[in-house]
C-alpha cells in the first residue's frame, strides 16, 4: 500500500532527487593529506629502545588498518638475561612454517647459554657461571640458523626487505635490527616461451621473480665472470632490477652508462620493463625500438656473451638487453639454433616481410593514383574491371580496410582466449568478403591489406612491428599526395633520422651506417658456427674474438692423422 | 671545419658515387655526348687520367694543412678576404647546382608523371627532406646515402646490362668523333663533370683518418670516369647521338627500353624511385656544405639557423628557370664554365700558392 502511495506521489508531486553523488577534489590532496605524508621518515635510523621501534613501525606500516601486517612481540632468554623482541613481516609474503620452525623456535626456545650446563656447583652452592656476550653478535651466530640474515641500522633498509617477504626482528637495547629472508610467496612456475616460440631452442621462459630470472641466467652461462647487480627504482614502489653483464666482455664503459642511467630515474614507481625501456632509451621521439625485449633466457644469454647488457625487473617476465641495433630486431631466437643456411633463407622472407608491411599500400596507392604503367596490362584490366562498382577513390577504400584490419587485431587481443583467435578469423573473412559483396572496396585491395597483415606478423619483434603498423599509414598518406616521390621523400627522411639514432652510443644501422669491418662483424645474415669467430666491433668489446679461427679442431687433427698416414 | 661529426672512408665514397649518379641521372653524359658526339667515351678516360694527375698535385698540396679544407688554405694565404671570397665562389657553385638539379628533376618528374600537380608542390616535396635531413647533420646524411647506395648502383648496372640487348656496337665509332683535336683538346672544358672534386676540397676535414684522404680522392676519381663511361656508352650504343639531344633525362630514356617478358614493361618508375633517393642524398649533402661553408666564415655556433633561410633561397632560385631548356642552357653556357675554373684553376692555384707559402714558413723556421 505504502509502495502505491510512493508512486503516486512519485507520479504527481514533486519529489527532490536524492543522487549519490561523489566528486573528487580538484586539489590533488587536502591539507591534512600533504600533513600525513610528511611524517613518514624512510631514513630514520633504527633506535635502541624496542618500544620506539614498535611505534614507528606500527607508524609506518599503518598497523591498525593494515590487515596484512604482522608485527609479533616476544622475548629471548639470553644467558639468563630476557630481551624483549619484535618480528615483523608481511601475511602472504612470508613463509609460516620457515618463521615459526627456523625464527621463533630458535629465539623462543632454550639456547646453550641459558640451559642448564652452565650450572656449577662449589663447596655445595649451586651456581650460573655467566658469560659476558655481545647480544647482536649471539643472536647472529647462534639463534638464527638462516643462510641469510643481514644486520641493519635504517627503517629504510627494514621496510625494504620487508616489502620483498623478509623478516625483521627487532631486539630491546640492540639499534639495529636482523633481516632474515623468509620468502614464502605464491608465484608462477618456469613456464614455455609465449610470445617468442621456437622449434629448437629452450622451452624455458622468463618469469615474475626476479631471483628466479637471475638464476636461470647463471645457470646457463656457468660463469663467475657474470656480474648480476642489484638497483632499485621507484620512490615508492622501489622496485628491485638486476643488470646482468659479463665482467669479461662487455664493454666497461656501456656497463657504466647503463648504471648511471638506471640511477638516474626520479619516478615513484615503475611496474614493468617496459617502463623502464621508456625511461633510459636515447631518443623517445622515435617509434623505432631502441632496446631489445625478450622472455627467453637463451636470447638473453646469447646477447650477454655477445658483451651486451641485460636489464631484468622484478615483477616483469621481459629482459630488456641494451643496446639494440636494427638488425637485432629482425632476429628471431630461432635463427641460431638453425643450420646458417635455413636461418638465412627465413631472414631474407622477413626482410620482404618488412617491406612488404611498411610499403605495399603505400606503394599499391602511389601506383593506382601516379604509376599505373608500372602495373603489366591484363593486371591493369582486372584491376579496373574490379574497380569499376565500388565508388570509393583508393585512398578511402584503403583505409577503411587497414583500419578495419587493425580493428580485427586489436578487438582480437581482447576477446576471452578460447574464442579470440576464432572471431579474428571469421571477423576478417566475413568482414572482407562482404565488404566486396557490398562494392565496398575491390578484391584487389582485400589481397593487398591480407597480405599486409600476413607479412607483419612474420616481423619477430613486437614493438618494431608497431612501429611499421604506424608508419604504414604515413606512407599510404605519403603515396596519396606524391606516389613514388611521396613514398622516397618519407623514406629519406625515416632512414636519416634513423642512421642518427643511437642506442646506448651505438649506432641504430650497425654494421651498415657508418659501415664497420663486415667481415669481423655480426651482420643481419649469419655466417656458419665455425666462421663466427668475431664479436660486434660496433659493441667494442673486452674481447672482440669469440673463438679461435679453427674451432673445429677434431677436423683439423683427423686431416692430420691422415696425411700423417699418407 | 670546427664540426665533430667524423665520417669514414666508406661513407665517403658513398657521398661522391652519390654525386656522379646524380650527375648522371641529371643529364651531364648527355651533355658530354652533345659536345664530343661518339668520341665522348674516349674524351672521358682522357679526362679521368688527367683528373687523377690532377688529384695526385692536390693531395700533396693539402699534405701540410692538417685538418683544413679550401677555406682554411685561402685563409693562410691571404687572409680573410681570400677566404669569405673563395666562401662566396663556392657557396653560389653549391646553391646553382642544388638550384639547377631540383628544378631539372622536379621538372622532368612533373613531364612524366605529375602533369597535373604544381612544380612548386614537386620541388617542396624535395626540398623538405633534404632540409629534415640536414637537421640531424652529416652522420644522418652519410648514413642514409650509404644504405641507399647499393640499390642506386645496382639500378645503374642493371640499366646497363638490360639494356644491353639493345645495344649497337657500331654506334660507338668513329671513336675520335669530331676529330682528335675537338676530342683531347677543345673538349677538355667537359672537365667539369668531374666537380666531385670540388667536394674533395671541403670534406677532408671531416674525414676520420685524413690519411685516407689520397685514397679516397683517387677511388672517387676512378669511380667518377667509370660511372661516366659506362653511362656513355650505354647511351651512345642505344641511341644514336642525334637522337637524344633534347632529352630531358637519358638514362630515363634507356629504362623505357628494358622489359622482362610480357608481364613487366614498363619498369621506369622503379628507376625513378631510387634516383630520387640518391638526388636527395645528393642535395641534403650540398645543403650540408653551404651550411658549414657559412658557418665558417661568418662565424656561427650552428648551423641549425641558417638552413631554412638556405633552403628557401635553393628553392626560390629553383624557381627563377623558366623550363628545362633554360636550365639545360644555363648549365652549359655558365655553370659548367664556373665550376670548372673555380675547381680546376682558381682552387688549384690557391692551394699551390698556400703549399708553396708553408714550404717557405717551414725553412724559415728549420733554419732558426
Same mark, same amino acid.
Given at each position: ?41 624512510? +631514513? ?106 643481514k644486520k641493519v641500522s635504517k627503517f629504510s633498509e627494514v621496510s625494504n626487505s620487508v616489502n620483498s617477504g623478509d623478516c625483521a626482528l627487532f631486539v630491546d637495547t640492540l639499534n639495529i635490527a636482523f633481516v632474515v629472508d623468509v620468502k614464502g610467496f605464491e608465484s608462477r612456475g618456469i613456464d614455455s616461451p609465449k610470445n ?10 622468463f618469469v615474475e621473480k626476479l631471483r628466479t630470472n637471475t638464476s636461470i641466467l647463471r645457470r646457463l652461462i656457468n660463469s663467475p665472470e657474470l656480474i648480476i647487480e642489484n638497483s632499485s627504482i621507484g620512490n615508492i614502489s622501489e622496485t628491485k632490477i638486476a643488470i646482468c653483464y659479463m665482467k669479461n666482455i662487455a664493454n ?45 633466457? +637463451? ?268 | ?70 677555406? +682554411? ?139 685516407d684522404f689520397k685514397k679516397i680522392s683517387i677511388i672517387a676519381v676512378i669511380l667518377c670516369g667509370l660511372y661516366l663511361l659506362l653511362s656513355i656508352i650505354s647511351l651512345l650504343m642505344s641511341f644514336s647521338f642525334i637522337m637524344q639531344t633534347d632529352e630531358t633525362l637519358s638514362l630515363y630514356l634507356l629504362t623505357r627500353l ?111
Amino acid at each position: 500500500m505504502s509502495n502505491l502511495k510512493d508512486k503516486l506521489k512519485e507520479l504527481f508531486l514533486y519529489v527532490p532527487t536524492e543522487k549519490y553523488d561523489f566528486i573528487l577534489s580538484e586539489n590533488n590532496a587536502t591539507p591534512n593529506d600533504k600533513d600525513l605524508s610528511t611524517t613518514f621518515l624512510p +631514513d630514520a635510523e633504527i633506535f635502541s629502545s624496542l618500544a620506539k621501534n614498535y611505534d614507528y613501525l606500527k607508524v609506518q606500516y599503518n598497523s591498525l588498518i593494515n590487515s596484512d601486517i604482522i608485527l609479533r612481540p616476544f622475548v629471548i632468554n639470553i644467558c639468563g638475561k630476557t630481551y624483549n623482541a619484535l618480528l615483523i613481516g608481511i601475511d602472504g609474503m612470508i613463509s609460516s612454517p620457515l618463521v615459526n620452525n627456523f625464527l621463533l623456535r630458535p629465539l623462543m626456545g632454550t639456547n646453550s647459554c641459558n640451559n642448564n650446563k652452565n650450572l656449577r656447583t662449589k663447596n655445595g652452592i649451586e651456581f650460573k657461571k655467566i658469560k659476558k656476550v655481545n647480544v647482536a653478535d649471539y643472536i647472529f651466530d647462534k639463534l638464527l640458523p638462516q643462510n641469510t640474515v643481514k644486520k641493519v641500522s635504517k627503517f629504510s633498509e627494514v621496510s625494504n626487505s620487508v616489502n620483498s617477504g623478509d623478516c625483521a626482528l627487532f631486539v630491546d637495547t640492540l639499534n639495529i635490527a636482523f633481516v632474515v629472508d623468509v620468502k614464502g610467496f605464491e608465484s608462477r612456475g618456469i613456464d614455455s616461451p609465449k610470445n617468442e616460440i621456437v622449434v629448437r631452442g629452450s622451452q624455458e621462459a622468463f618469469v615474475e621473480k626476479l631471483r628466479t630470472n637471475t638464476s636461470i641466467l647463471r645457470r646457463l652461462i656457468n660463469s663467475p665472470e657474470l656480474i648480476i647487480e642489484n638497483s632499485s627504482i621507484g620512490n615508492i614502489s622501489e622496485t628491485k632490477i638486476a643488470i646482468c653483464y659479463m665482467k669479461n666482455i662487455a664493454n666497461s664503459s656501456l656497463i657504466a652508462e647503463v648504471k648511471y642511467r638506471l640511477n638516474n630515474i626520479d619516478v615513484d614507481y615503475i611496474i614493468s620493463s617496459g617502463n623502464v625501456e621508456q625511461l633510459i632509451q636515447d631518443n623517445s621521439k622515435v617509434a623505432f625500438p631502441q632496446m631489445i625485449s625478450t622472455e627467453r633466457p +637463451d636470447k638473453a644469454v646469447n646477447h650477454l656473451l655477445e658483451g651486451r647488457i641485460a636489464i631484468l625487473v622484478n615483477g616483469s617476465p621481459y629482459c630488456l638487453i641494451v643496446p639494440g641495433v636494427f638488425i637485432d630486431f629482425l632476429s628471431s631466437p630461432e635463427d641460431l639454433n638453425l643450420k646458417h643456411q635455413y636461418s638465412n633463407l627465413l631472414k631474407i622472407i622477413r626482410f620482404i616481410a618488412t617491406f612488404i608491411t611498411l610499403f605495399l599500400p603505400g606503394v599499391y596507392v602511389a601506383i593506382m593514383y601516379y604509376h599505373t604503367e608500372l602495373v603489366p596490362t591484363p593486371l591493369l584490366f582486372t584491376i579496373a574491371a574490379s574497380r569499376n562498382s565500388v565508388p570509393f577513390p583508393i585512398i578511402f577504400e584503403i583505409l577503411l580496410m587497414e583500419i578495419s584490419f587493425e580493428l580485427i587485431r586489436e578487438a582480437g587481443l581482447r576477446i576471452p582466449t578460447p574464442i579470440g583467435p576464432t572471431i579474428g578469423i571469421i571477423g576478417a573473412l566475413v568482414l572482407g568478403d562482404a565488404a566486396v559483396s557490398a562494392n565496398l572496396v575491390s578484391p584487389v585491395l582485400i589481397v593487398i591489406v591480407a597480405l599486409t597483415g600476413l607479412c607483419s606478423f612474420a616481423i619477430p619483434d613486437f614493438s618494431l612491428n608497431f612501429t611499421f603498423r604506424i608508419y604504414k599509414f604515413l606512407y599510404i598518406f605519403l603515396g596519396y599526395i606524391a606516389g613514388l616521390l611521396g613514398i622516397a621523400a618519407g623514406l629519406f627522411v625515416q632512414v636519416t633520422i634513423l642512421c642518427n639514432l643511437r642506442s646506448f652510443g651505438a649506432s641504430y644501422f650497425a654494421p651498415y651506417a657508418p659501415m664497420t669491418n663486415l667481415k669481423t662483424s655480426v651482420s643481419y645474415f649469419i655466417h656458419p658456427i665455425w666462421k663466427r669467430e668475431h664479436r660486434s666491433d660496433f659493441l667494442n668489446t673486452k674481447r672482440p674474438i669469440e673463438q679461435p679461427h679453427i674451432s673445429m679442431k677434431w677436423h683439423m687433427e683427423k686431416n692430420d692423422n691422415k696425411n700423417q698416414k699418407g | 671545419m670546427n664540426s665533430i661529426e667524423k665520417i669514414g672512408k666508406f661513407e665517403v665514397i658513398a657521398l661522391f658515387i652519390t654525386i656522379i649518379s646524380n650527375n648522371i641521372i641529371i643529364n651531364i653524359s648527355t651533355i658530354i655526348v652533345n659536345n664530343s658526339s661518339t668520341g665522348a667515351w674516349l674524351n672521358i678516360i682522357y679526362l679521368t687520367l688527367i683528373c687523377l694527375v690532377f688529384i695526385f698535385f692536390i693531395c700533396k698540396f693539402f699534405k701540410p694543412f692538417i685538418n683544413s679544407d679550401i677555406l +682554411d688554405v685561402s685563409e693562410f694565404l691571404g687572409g680573410k678576404i681570400l677566404k669569405t671570397i673563395m666562401s662566396i665562389l663556392y657557396v653560389a657553385l653549391f646553391i646553382i647546382s642544388s638550384a639547377t638539379c631540383i628544378r631539372y628533376f622536379s621538372n622532368s618528374l612533373k613531364l612524366i608523371y605529375f602533369n597535373y600537380t604544381p612544380l612548386v608542390f614537386l620541388i617542396l616535396l624535395m626540398i623538405i627532406p633534404v632540409v629534415i635531413a640536414n637537421r640531424y647533420g652529416l652522420k644522418g646524411i652519410s648514413g642514409a646515402n650509404l644504405i641507399f647506395l647499393p640499390v642506386a648502383v645496382f639500378s645503374i648496372i642493371t640499366l646497363f646490362f638490360t639494356a644491353s640487348q639493345d645495344f649497337v656496337w657500331e654506334r660507338l665509332f668513329p671513336a675520335l668523333g669530331y676529330g682528335a683535336k675537338e676530342t683531347f683538346l677543345l673538349q677538355i672544358t667537359n672537365i667539369f663533370a668531374f666537380d666531385v672534386i670540388g667536394y674533395l676540397y671541403f670534406l677532408k676535414p671531416f674525414l676520420k683518418k685524413e690519411t685516407d684522404f689520397k685514397k679516397i680522392s683517387i677511388i672517387a676519381v676512378i669511380l667518377c670516369g667509370l660511372y661516366l663511361l659506362l653511362s656513355i656508352i650505354s647511351l651512345l650504343m642505344s641511341f644514336s647521338f642525334i637522337m637524344q639531344t633534347d632529352e630531358t633525362l637519358s638514362l630515363y630514356l634507356l629504362t623505357r627500353l628494358i622489359s622482362f617478358g610480357n608481364f613487366l614493361q614498363r619498369v621506369d618508375a622503379i628507376f625513378i624511385f631510387i634516383w630520387i633517393l640518391t638526388i636527395l642524398s645528393y642535395l641534403s649533402l650540398n645543403l650540408f656544405i653551404i651550411t658549414q661553408i657559412i658557418k665558417k666564415t661568418i662565424n656561427l655556433k650552428s648551423t641549425a639557423q641558417i638552413i631554412y633561410p638556405i633552403a628557401v633561397f635553393i628553392f626560390s632560385i629553383g624557381l627563377l628557370f623558366k623550363n628545362i631548356m633554360s636550365i639545360k642552357l644555363f648549365i652549359s653556357n655558365f655553370y659548367n664554365i664556373y665550376s670548372a675554373i673555380l675547381i680546376f684553376i682558381i682552387s688549384f692555384i690557391i692551394l699551390l700558392l698556400a703549399y708553396i707559402k708553408k714550404k717557405k714558413k717551414q725553412g724559415v723556421k728549420n733554419e732558426i
